[in-house]
């Protein structure tokens, strides 16, 4: 019988998680393109009927809850050892063979935060995840609007592929494209934060901004973006970045405003609302009080 008690305990006293889950499966008999030595495990009952899906086995309650569901359904799978300190080892290599593996692939949200072991007796944050940028690039959609319940999401990807350096990151001055590990499409990025800004004039629900400024370059010319727009309209901000995304990105944010229409921000000096700016995580625990409180808004993520 699974233990899931036993896996979170490993998981939590940073055992050998490794060991611990490989005995649950068999060697995977496919491997991802371009990475033969990757680890991939089998389960499930492999039958020919059913295509076998990939499940990413990252992080505390989403490793948990796939390691209960694949458990239950029995349907066949290839597993991916993903978790924060097998991904930290390997130097983030474990995300290329997710990206590249020959099926179709479920990942749940690794934990970009999580202290690790740095193998020399201390702790350190997670190494960053720019090697997921691929999965992002290859999902190719820009925005969406998706409600849900009371809840209004203003969706914006690709754009955060946790950038890292610093010399190739850039705006192109012809296309708008924010440049990095991957390219953010700033023209359309533009466009989300008005549409965004619109829905919650209109709508009279409240805003808030999921973004890691913080983190990642792309998102601080995303929340310049949003504070350029902001500029000149009649919205309130109640929580506030440290740092304004257009002061501190100017040139760049400035290269896209160049190439949006003249008439860009006509009729927003009338716009209003109110709008609360939070870093990406924080947003989404919030998100769980709106539901419980019912309280209506519109979120612009990325």
């Not at 209960?68 to 390997?90: E, K, N, T």
């Not at 130097?91 to 072991?117: M, Q, R």
């Not at 009729?267 to 009080?289: A, C, F, K, P």
């Amino acid at each position: 019988m699974l233990d899931l008690a036993q896996i979170a305990r490993t998981e939590a006293d940073g055992g050998d998680l490794f060991g611990l889950l490989s005995e649950l499966f068999k060697p995977g008999d496919i491997r991802p393109n371009g990475f033969p030595d990757a680890i991939i495990w089998k389960g499930g009952n492999h039958d020919g009927k059913i295509n076998p899906v990939a499940h990413s086995l990252t992080d505390a309650y989403a490793l948990l809850g796939t390691l209960a569901a694949i458990d239950i359904l029995g349907l066949p799978f290839y597993a991916v050892p993903m978790w924060s300190q097998y991904r930290h080892d390997m130097k983030l290599e474990p995300l290329s063979w997710f990206g590249n593996i020959p099926c179709t692939s479920i990942k749940w949200s690794t934990a970009g935060d999580a202290y690790v072991n740095d193998g020399k007796g201390g702790k350190v944050v997670v190494m960053g995840k720019s090697g997921n940028a691929p999965l992002r690039t290859q999902a190719g959609v820009y925005c969406n609007v998706r409600p849900y319940g009371p809840t209004t999401v203003v969706r914006c990807m690709p754009c955060l592929p946790y950038s890292q350096d610093q010399k190739r990151f850039d705006v192109n001055r012809d296309t708008g494209i924010i440049h990095s590990e991957m390219n953010t499409p700033g023209v359309q990025m533009a466009y989300s934060c008005r549409l965004f800004l619109k829905m919650v004039h209109e709508t009279t629900k409240f805003g808030r901004v999921a973004m890691k400024p913080t983190q990642a370059q792309e998102d601080g010319i995303n929340s310049g973006l949003l504070s350029w727009l902001l500029q000149d309209t009649k919205f309130t901000i109640g929580r506030k970045y440290a740092v304004d995304g257009y002061s501190e990105h100017k040139d760049r944010v400035d290269r896209i405003i160049a190439l949006l229409p003249k008439n860009f921000k006509d009729g927003m000096g009338e716009w209003n609302g109110r709008i609360e700016q939070h870093i990406s995580d924080t947003n989404y625990g919030l998100l769980i009080w709106d539901l419980i409180e019912q309280r209506p808004n519109i979120i612009l993520a990325t």
